[in-house]
């Protein structure tokens, strides 16, 4: 039996994981597929350290053209991250005409464009399902089991540093930064954590998810994120007393002609799926016209995990490859009923609103004030203590109002004499 | 462009969405699969009522054989339901040489090993994605993205019908009969709902479920069913006090070399995912050595929602036939480390338990006493009213105990003069 032979670029903690899996589970899944899977070839940096697993030394490598050129290699998984060498690697070897798995996220969305379409001109593919949830298999998901569906919406906790930060702030009660510290003790973050707690990775992931269900891959610039680090844990207090919880949501909405994409800290009601997912757990909830609501739920992370994602995509190619056939399912379709992205001013929210004001008779009517003028009406407020001429908070619910107005209201507000502090506004999600 | 025919068999009401989806989204799955689906006959007992759909009479038959024997059609779905013909229908089919998509959990579950051996030995696929979960994706989840993982577990709420029960019991206090005429008025019970109500739909599922992470088709009979006809609303209403749902819960669970495969009423922690589920929706709990705790959840029925599932089984039938593959991932590998099916009387699981008691001095004393001569130990007791010499509730919470100990125990107890009616046992399961 001729197998396929794989080549690997990054023997780091998923790389680790999928070795693992090749060799403890051959049999297996030479049984599930009728073909070997032959790791040919592993290229890192450091090929001396000791890996959780022992594989022969003639297939270590240093240099990754040993791989990439490898004529003999079918598929080559890059697992190095980051977007250089990275890219650079991936196109060459597609260049040599070989499949390539990766769970580069940050790569595919922003260079993408290039990377798919020489993907398509060499009649190879670039498959990604680690990318996204890890070992959930939402992209296998949407792409062949959901293929007769539109989207109407995906609604997700991506990732999972930043989940684990609002669980923590919300359940032990304590501030950003000393969640942040647990996080990194845990191993739940890195030791810059930006690109999880400022919304980033949410936003390539979402940008991917975006591609496979609207055939179309938007830039960040296009897309409006904000992070979590800003959120207090009085928010999250406050939130939960009116039933709510805060999460990092990835957003992608279709409304009419109009997509809405954003990442931003959001209130979900308790009763709500998306309001239970708790520390690194990601989940997903994409609604199609046909199937309605769907969830996928899972750890976010983890080594053994993504490397069953990268598996299964191996898995996946080597079917095709046996097949001859060059992607079986198109990786999407662009959606040409939309005609334009929604500008984040021209979105319409409720708001969970916090101010800071000294307590005096009057505050509240000249807040109250000023929100209506900006046609935003208040469907609860809650002044959460008395303290006779001090600042204190006031908590504010809004009903749906244009987020433009929302903004010029509350730099309005911020200027009175009576606020203290910038304005604290959220966004709350109907689910 | 040659198109891929597809013969319907049953123009109900999931033919009836599957008519339309490739009748509406033609274009769409043609962009996405490179070749048209080509709907060439559709046969009915029933082909002069109106429809949702406009189709050319021409394709219309009253005979079957004109679509199974048709030697231009590739895959014929079958969508009548039931045993027979259902099944020589697409043991006819197979013979030949026609692919069969189908949603029909019962004709699989009962007479799976004839139809999978057969159609193994004609080199075709029976694929059944519409069969559990509706537009849930779970059995390609399970076959192609979780392809890598040996199987810990699944823990599903499998069935619409019986989970809308008992939400309505538990959310609007009625009782079942109630509930049920309920269920009934709004089209979620079928006129005998007896199939969905005592377990047995949930089982089929199972038995799905559990040959596709297994490999082996177990029978009804091998497994323990057990429905929610007896389930009262006080048992909804004690086990919501004290943090619990009660859900019909179809379970497999591998322990050692042993598996228990039952369905049955479960007391759920409230803050668990599965324990949110509400209505008609389905939520399937997947367990894997790689992936950890993944969930898939969506309506568990619906036209458009099982529709969507089995043109999903086409789209990769077309790729398939295309390419001149016979099944791309095997249906299933056995799991040669099962040595038996546990019974239930050898399980172990913690239980709640009502007895209705005569209250009075010693009665607890003898009951805890019975209890514990079989090694069942009372994690939680409370005696729910106070009417001296009057029948009351009692309601405890036991820790893990066997299945067999406690079913003796409670025959005993039962036994005692001072407890009137039999007592009430639900399980509990560990999330």
């Known amino acids: 039996m001729k197998g396929i032979n794989v080549g690997l670029l990054g023997f780091g903690t998923v790389g680790t994981g999928v070795v693992k899996i090749l060799k403890e ?14 790791l040919k070839k592993i290229c890192d940096k450091d090929i001396e350290s000791k890996r959780a697993v022992t594989v022969n030394k003639d297939i270590l490598t240093t240099n990754p053209y040993e791989v990439i050129k490898d004529p003999q290699i079918d598929i080559v ?31 595919l969305a ?22 996204v949830g890890a070992g959930i298999p939402i992209i296998k998901s949407i792409r062949e089991g959901l293929v007769a569906n539109r989207f109407l919406s995906i609604r997700g906790i991506l990732n999972g540093t930043s989940n684990f930060i609002l669980t923590c702030m919300s359940e032990d009660k304590c501030g950003f930064k000393e969640a942040l510290r647990e996080a990194k003790q845990k191993g739940y973050a890195e030791a810059d954590p930006s690109l999880d707690i400022e919304g ?38 406050y939130a939960k007393e009116m039933g709510f919880n805060i999460k990092l949501l990835a957003i992608a909405k279709k409304i009419k002609d109009e997509l809405e994409i954003r990442v931003h800290p959001t209130l979900i ?7 239970s997912v708790r520390g690194i757990f990601n989940a997903i909830y994409v609604s199609g016209d046909l199937v309605n609501d769907l969830l996928f739920y899972g750890p976010g992370a983890g080594q053994m995990s993504a490397a069953s994602a990268v598996v299964a995509d191996l898995v996946d190619l080597t079917q095709h490859i046996k097949a001859g056939l060059f992607r079986p399912i198109m990786d999407s379709v662009e959606d040409t009923t939309i005609h334009r992205l929604k500008k ?12 800071m004001a000294i307590d005096k008779p009057g505050v509240l009517a000249k807040i109250s004030g000023l929100l209506g003028r900006y046609q935003i009406s208040i469907a609860s407020v809650t002044q959460k203590e008395r303290r006779k001429q001090k600042v204190v908070p006031i908590v504010m619910v809004t009903h749906e109002a244009k987020e433009r107005n929302l903004k010029e209201a509350l730099l309005k507000i911020g200027k009175l004499d009576v606020v203290k502090d910038k304005p604290i506004a959220i966004r709350i999600e109907e689910l």
Do not use: M, W
């Open 344 to 355: 984040i001013d021209n979105i319409e929210s409720r708001y969970y609103i916090r101010f």
């Open 25 to 38: 589970k051959q049999s297996l899944l030479r049984a599930k597929i009728g073909t070997n899977i032959v």
């Open 269 to 275: 009601p308790q009763e709500h799926l998306l309001s």
């Open 200 to 237: 980033i990775d949410s936003a390539h992931k979402l940008i991917l998810l975006v591609y496979l269900c609207y055939g179309r891959l938007f830039e960040l610039k296009d897309i409006f994120v904000e992070g979590i680090s800003h959120i207090s844990s009085v928010d999250l207090l």
């Open 77 to 107: 998984i890059e697992l190095i991250g980051g977007i250089q060498p990275a890219k650079e690697y991936i196109i060459e070897a597609l260049k040599n005409g070989k499949h390539v798995v990766t769970a580069n996220k940050a790569l």
């Open 110 to 131: 922003q260079e993408g464009k290039e990377i798919f379409a020489l993907a398509k001109n060499h009649q190879r593919c670039v498959y990604f399902e680690a990318s």
